[in-house]
């Protein structure tokens, strides 16, 4: 799951930059609020890749999720964006636990093979 999530908050990353680009050509907004409100975001990214499997990381993925939506207010291409990352961020999450589970399986069966087949000792 992790590697998924990760993926999907890097495009993030790169998203907010450009979608910050756009926002400061906007006259009523200021260069450093621009920046500084896309460089948190961009910072959350990349510290989410980090704990996205610890416990509330997924539930602050969803946060972010809902902010990149929200920030179609003031660039009006990121409700279509936020809405694609957040189907992105589904769909990570969704199937990055079920190769987890899988990779948790085959794991299983494959030790459960090597315990069959290394010899008992004798107890002679």
Not at 10 to 25: D, N, Q, R, S, T
């Amino acid at each position: 799951m992790r590697t998924l999530c990760s993926s999907t908050l890097i495009g993030e990353f790169f998203v907010i930059g450009f979608a910050a680009l756009v926002a400061m050509k906007d006259d009523d907004l200021s260069m450093s609020t621009v920046w500084t409100v896309s460089g948190i975001a961009m910072f959350l990214c990349l510290a989410l890749c980090g704990v996205v499997t610890r416990p509330g990381g997924i539930a602050l993925g969803w946060a972010l999720q809902v902010a990149l939506i929200a920030s179609g207010f003031v660039v009006p291409t990121m409700f279509f964006l936020g809405a694609v990352f957040a189907a992105l961020w589904w769909a990570s999450v969704h199937y990055g636990r079920k190769i987890d589970e899988a990779k948790a399986r085959f794991a299983e069966q494959e030790q459960a093979q090597t315990q069959a087949e290394t010899p008992a000792p004798d107890a002679a």
